[in-house]
């Protein structure tokens, strides 16, 4: 054997076991870093879908207010998608099985959205994670608006807007709270779909033991008519210290909802004082005085409008 060939059959030597190891180890590094982009990346894509179907889940509640002057109640988070007709009918009255009241605040209801209701598809019931959408509001604005007005009934425009759901952000892990006047709240569980309702179940998932993602769930559910569970009125929108917070939340208040879909007819002004004996009227509505204004000016009479949120404009404030 010449030099040559020694040489070429000297430096044809397998792998150590040591350089193996290396080689997977840094494989094993690579796939599971393109593992994680690829989970991160789908995840980010159904919370964008999640997002776009909880929007048009407002434009089609807003619908729903200008047509029926109130919010729809939520539906049953006990429905079954492929199997109930009734799945995302709006339970009658807010008060029925799969539908719960909360144990500290009688006005607050827990469900899903009430999609067949609003006339959407089933699909738009549940986010991209296949769990039902959570819908949360204060039962208190789901009663008609009533033509003639009359303040001592509870309607969503005689409801006290003030004070009702109250929704905190962390993100530094210290409370900041964005209001305390919530009436509507839409809730995705997340990807991981802890407490959440499965679109084709109807039982509870594991709760979460994430303290932050617990503020937005339900415990010791109760079926009956009505139906109750443990829940507050506080709904954290964000928790960025947590690491396995993951909920999406979107929320609005009153005078938001009356804004974004111009619905100022349904809030009226109230106690126009004394001197009128029509004391309450809607947006836009004139009241007068009961008696005119003294001679010569017995053609005028003191004069009030309705305006935005409430707020009485004087037309005519003093007689001549």
């Not at 995840?43 to 889940?57: C, G, L, S």
């Not at 939520?74 to 799945?87: C, E, G, Q, R």
């Not at 126009?272 to 000016?297: D, E, K, R, W």
């Amino acid at each position: 054997m010449n030099k040559k060939n020694k040489m070429l059959i000297t430096n044809k030597r397998a792998y150590s076991l040591l350089e193996l190891s290396i080689v997977i180890l840094i494989i094993s590094i690579l796939i599971t870093g393109a593992m994680t982009m690829s989970v991160g990346t789908i995840n980010n894509a159904k919370n964008d879908t999640t997002i776009d179907r909880i929007n048009q889940v407002y434009q089609a509640i807003g619908n729903y207010l200008l047509s029926n002057k109130r919010l729809p109640c939520p539906a049953s988070l006990k429905k079954n998608k492929n199997t109930d007709s009734d799945y995302g009918v709006e339970v009658a009255n807010c008060s029925g099985i799969g539908l719960y009241q909360s144990n500290t605040n009688s006005n607050l209801v827990y469900g899903a959205v009430p999609s067949k209701s609003l006339g959407l598809a089933n699909d738009m019931a549940e986010d991209a994670y296949e769990s039902k959408l959570i819908y949360l509001i204060d039962k208190r604005f789901a009663i008609a608006s009533q033509t003639v007005l009359n303040i001592a009934n509870t309607t969503f425009s005689t409801a006290s807007n003030t004070g009702i759901i109250t929704i905190n952000e962390k993100p530094s892990g210290v409370v900041q709270t964005a209001t305390n006047d919530a009436i509507l709240v839409i809730i995705s569980l997340g990807a991981n779909k802890s407490s959440a309702f499965n679109s084709t179940a109807n039982i509870q998932n594991t709760r979460s033991t994430d303290a932050d993602e617990m503020e937005n769930d339900i415990s010791s559910i109760f079926d009956s008519n009505p139906s109750t569970a443990n829940f507050n009125n506080i709904i954290i929108a964000n928790a960025e210290n947590s690491e396995n917070f993951d909920d999406l939340v979107f929320y609005k208040t009153r005078n938001q909802m009356v804004v974004d879909f111009n619905a100022m007819f349904l809030i009226p002004c109230v106690n126009a004082g004394v001197n009128f004996s029509i004391q309450n009227a809607y947006y836009g509505n004139l009241v007068y005085a009961t008696t005119s204004c003294a001679t010569p000016n017995e053609d005028k009479r003191l004069t009030k409008k309705c305006e935005a949120f409430g707020n009485w404009v004087d037309i005519v404030a003093n007689c001549p």
